[in-house]
């Protein structure tokens, strides 16, 4: 008996969970730890309780929801996404694995068919980097992969540290315990909305991840001198607008020079001060972000990023700091993984794409613990992070039903 998927729950649930947010529908924005976010979660526990799951918590709020296997003291096979969403984004991101992820597992339990080892969702906290500015904060910690002071030293805007933020909503285990050991997972694999067009474009209904793109995040602060806008002359200024708009060309120009369609350059945030019309930019601060699949190239046009800075800078007369947030590894998709989402595309004689994720997601930490892979699903127009994101019912389903059947073959081996 194969694992029957309720496309028509699921569609509700995720219908249900659009409308815990601090923006009007369709937008979605749910940042963490706020009271959408509190309420989007005790929901969330409420339907894991109603299907007869073991539900927990860790000090960060990282939530597992989980099947027992028959031998329940093996490594779990995992998977899960995340709930936050930033401002005015949409509804499908990282939602469609959290809840497509409990459909599998009540799927699977409806079927009656035996696994060995335990299944597991996975609703990982803060994947967006909203609040305090570190996307993937939750599998990070789980993973080791960052240093818990620096986790401890985060503020958010309003300059609310992690730690207050934390404890305000209940969250008040230490955050040692939410290292995860290296033996807890048998493989993670996460289903979510392709959030490019590839797939639709082709006209195929899964994409098979084999590998995952990693970013490198950095602030660059500029400080030149303002003045009035009429009065100071052209020759000599020092505005800091002009050094960074040719700083965020250089981003541009440093992906596009790679050699590779992976490598991507995007200047996200651009901040000026005074921001008068009438008056000199005195000070900058620029986001960048670069990634690719490949560790030395995206370095490298960081490295080309950061010898434009030094050079611009220097003939413009500008002081520079430049302040670096991450810089993580690329991962490659296990291959066990790989061919157990392929025997399930087969089984189910589903249309599919091999590919590489090009935005990243928790999997890309998941990696340095467990053996992974991601299944990616069409989203109409590769649109996302936008209130009109949209997977229809059955490219869902069918992403589902290969997670649900990828599962299984797992949980066996």
Same mark, same amino acid.
């Given at each position: 008996?194969?694992?029957?998927?309720?496309?028509?729950?699921?569609?509700?649930?995720?219908?249900?969970?659009? #409308?815990?947010?601090?923006?009007?529908?369709?937008?979605?924005?749910?940042?963490?730890?706020?009271?959408?976010?509190?309420?989007?979660?005790?929901?969330?526990?409420?339907?894991?309780?109603?299907?007869?799951?073991?539900?927990?918590?860790?000090?960060?709020?990282?939530?597992?929801?989980?099947l027992v296997g028959s031998q329940p003291d093996l490594p779990a096979v995992g998977t899960g996404s995340h709930n936050d969403a930033i401002p005015f984004s949409g509804m499908y991101d990282g939602t469609v694995g959290v809840l497509g992820g409990l459909e599998a597992l009540r799927?699977?339990?409806?079927?009656?068919?035996?696994?060995?080892?335990?299944?597991?969702?996975?609703?990982?906290?803060?994947?967006?980097?909203?609040?305090?500015?570190?996307?993937?904060?939750?599998?990070?910690?789980?993973?080791?992969?960052?240093?818990?002071?620096?986790?401890?030293?985060?503020?958010?805007?309003?300059?609310?540290?992690?730690?207050?933020?934390?404890?305000?909503?209940?969250?008040?285990?230490?955050?040692?315990?939410?290292?995860?050991?290296?033996?807890?997972?048998?493989?993670?694999?996460?289903?979510?909305?392709?959030?490019?067009?590839?797939?639709?474009?082709?006209? #195929?209904?899964?994409?098979?991840?084999?590998?995952?793109?990693?970013?490198?995040?950095?602030?660059?602060?500029?400080?030149?001198?303002?003045?009035?806008?009429?009065?100071?002359?052209?020759?000599?200024?020092?505005?800091?607008?002009?050094?960074?708009?040719?700083?965020?060309?250089?981003?541009?120009?440093?992906?596009?020079?790679?050699?590779?369609?992976?490598?991507?350059?995007?200047?996200?945030? #651009?901040?000026?001060?005074?921001?008068?019309?009438?008056?000199?930019?005195?000070?900058?601060?620029?986001?960048?972000?670069?990634?690719?699949?490949?560790?030395?190239?995206?370095?490298?046009?960081?490295?080309?990023?950061?010898?434009?800075?030094?050079?611009?800078?220097?003939?413009?007369?500008?002081?520079?700091?430049?302040?670096?947030?991450?810089?993580?590894?690329?991962?490659?998709?296990?291959?066990?993984?790989?061919?157990?989402?392929?025997?399930?595309?087969?089984?189910?004689?589903?249309?599919?794409?091999?590919?590489?994720?090009?935005?990243?997601?928790?999997?890309?930490?998941?990696?340095?613990?467990?053996?992974?892979?991601?299944?990616?699903?069409?989203?109409?127009?590769?649109?996302?992070?936008?209130?009109?994101?949209?997977?229809?019912?059955?490219?869902?389903?069918?992403?589902?039903?290969?997670?649900?059947?990828?599962?299984?073959?797992?949980?066996?081996?």
């Amino acid at each position: 008996m194969n694992p029957r998927i309720d496309i028509e729950q699921l569609s509700r649930e995720l219908e249900q969970l659009s #409308l815990f947010s601090d923006a009007p529908s369709p937008a979605v924005t749910r940042v963490l730890w706020t009271e959408q976010d509190m309420k989007a979660r005790a929901w969330l526990k409420s339907l894991a309780l109603e299907a007869g799951f073991l539900y927990r918590e860790d000090a960060l709020g990282n939530t597992f929801i989980r099947l027992v296997g028959s031998q329940p003291d093996l490594p779990a096979v995992g998977t899960g996404s995340h709930n936050d969403a930033i401002p005015f984004s949409g509804m499908y991101d990282g939602t469609v694995g959290v809840l497509g992820g409990l459909e599998a597992l009540r799927a699977i339990k409806r079927s009656g068919l035996s696994h060995a080892r335990s299944l597991e969702v996975l609703m990982f906290t803060a994947e967006e980097p909203t609040r305090f500015g570190l996307g993937c904060l939750g599998s990070r910690v789980m993973s080791g992969a960052i240093e818990l002071e620096k986790v401890r030293a985060l503020k958010d805007a309003n300059g609310v540290d992690l730690e207050t933020a934390r404890k305000a909503v209940g969250y008040t285990a230490p955050l040692e315990s939410v290292r995860l050991p290296k033996d807890y997972y048998a493989a993670f694999v996460e289903l979510h909305i392709e959030q490019a067009p590839l797939l639709e474009q082709q006209g #195929l209904q899964i994409g098979v991840v084999n590998a995952i793109a990693a970013p490198a995040s950095f602030f660059v602060h500029l400080t030149g001198e303002g003045g009035h806008a009429g009065a100071r002359l052209m020759l000599g200024r020092r505005d800091a607008l002009l050094a960074a708009a040719e700083i965020a060309l250089s981003v541009e120009a440093a992906a596009l020079q790679s050699g590779a369609m992976d490598t991507v350059g995007t200047t996200g945030i #651009l901040e000026i001060h005074p921001a008068a019309i009438n008056s000199i930019p005195s000070q900058a601060k620029l986001g960048i972000d670069i990634r690719d699949t490949d560790g030395l190239r995206r370095d490298q046009a960081v490295q080309h990023v950061l010898e434009t800075i030094k050079t611009v800078c220097q003939r413009r007369q500008i002081e520079y700091r430049i302040e670096m947030m991450n810089a993580d590894p690329p991962a490659q998709s296990d291959p066990k993984i790989l061919e157990a989402i392929r025997q399930a595309v087969q089984d189910l004689n589903f249309s599919s794409l091999e590919m590489v994720s090009r935005a990243y997601h928790d999997s890309l930490f998941m990696a340095r613990i467990s053996p992974m892979a991601m299944i990616f699903i069409p989203c109409r127009g590769g649109v996302s992070h936008r209130p009109d994101e949209y997977a229809t019912p059955e490219d869902m389903a069918r992403g589902v039903e290969v997670l649900a059947r990828t599962m299984l073959n797992l949980a066996n081996l």
